[in-house]
């Protein structure tokens, strides 16, 4: 296993009451800089990204989001994992960080969230990156999400258990086994004389997300629509259609990359990502 520095050591842990929820994130980069936030996929976590996160912090103020039911912000009770909680959710953190507009890069269930973010706020919206995301999800995929939410959480023994058998979905990756492993370890948590991961399974039961490939003509933003080169989640058909249904849109293939693209080839991603937003004025 290779050695890995993350980029979380050197974040800020950050908490903020977000419409009656604890929503935790992690910071780089000095406020008062153009503001830039990631959004991670469903049942990760704000360290998806400590690997790109970092990179960005020279020139933005970055911010990685547990989402609502991730990672170490609060479940939602009753169940609130409509794509409209997300976005209610965003709004009221730059809200509360001050931050007029945001650059967003969200990944696969993040991506989703940011191009209705993008559509229903664009002014708030500097530039939207969706990353490996598709607009609308098949009917059969959103019941077997419903089902799978309904089963209870997976207790292990130990860390080291949870960790040995930790799991990217869909499976495919070319990731560094230590990136992985730091992934799995970030989102454990002490319960019930075992370990499970930081994940509200209610997330997935109560999933209700959006037809998103109304709203794209919508965004306004410079939109940027990245794919890895095998993703079976985005394939390259599906991003064309989409970069024709943006206004102001450009594709990037990651190669050698499934959908995990972010942990595949962070080096490659950041260099999409940075030359993105240097063109976008971000």
């Known amino acids: 296993m290779s050695t890995l520095t993350p980029g979380c050591e050197s974040a800020r842990r950050r908490a903020l009451e977000i419409g009656g929820l604890r929503l935790a994130f992690l910071e780089w980069g000095a406020p008062g800089r153009p503001a830039l936030c990631f959004l991670h996929g469903g049942a990760a976590h704000a360290h998806w990204f400590d690997l790109v996160a970092p990179a960005l912090a020279d020139r933005f103020h970055v911010v990685s989001l547990d989402q609502r039911g991730h990672g170490e912000s609060a479940w939602a009770a009753p169940p609130a994992y409509a794509t409209e909680d997300f976005a ?23 991506g989703h969230n940011t191009m209705a973010f993008a559509a229903w706020h664009p002014g708030r919206v500097s530039a939207a990156v969706i990353v490996d995301a598709r607009p609308a999800l098949p009917p059969d995929r959103v019941d077997r999400m419903h089902t799978r939410g309904r089963r209870p959480p997976r207790l292990h023994a130990s860390a080291e258990d949870a960790v040995r058998t ?9 990731a560094d086994p230590a990136l992985l492993a730091h992934l799995a370890r970030a989102g454990l948590v002490a319960r019930d004389g075992g370990v499970r991961y930081r994940f509200d399974p ?28 095998h993703s079976p989640i985005l394939p390259r058909a599906m991003a064309e259609r989409m970069v024709a249904a943006l206004p102001r849109a450009t594709l990037a293939e990651i190669p050698g990359a ?9 080096a490659a991603f950041v260099r999409v990502l940075d030359a993105f937003l240097k063109h976008a004025g971000g």
């Open 88 to 110: 209610a959710d965003l709004v009221g953190l730059m809200d509360a960080l001050g931050v007029p507009r945001m650059a967003l890069v969200g990944h696969s269930m993040g």
């Open 166 to 174: 930790f799991r990217l979905l869909p499976p495919d990756t070319t």
């Open 202 to 229: 209610a997330c997935y039961a109560a999933r209700a997300p959006v037809d998103a490939w109304p709203l794209l003509p919508r965004i306004t933003a410079p939109a940027l629509v990245v794919r890895g080169e």
């Open 258 to 266: 499934w959908h995990h693209l972010v942990l595949d080839a962070p």
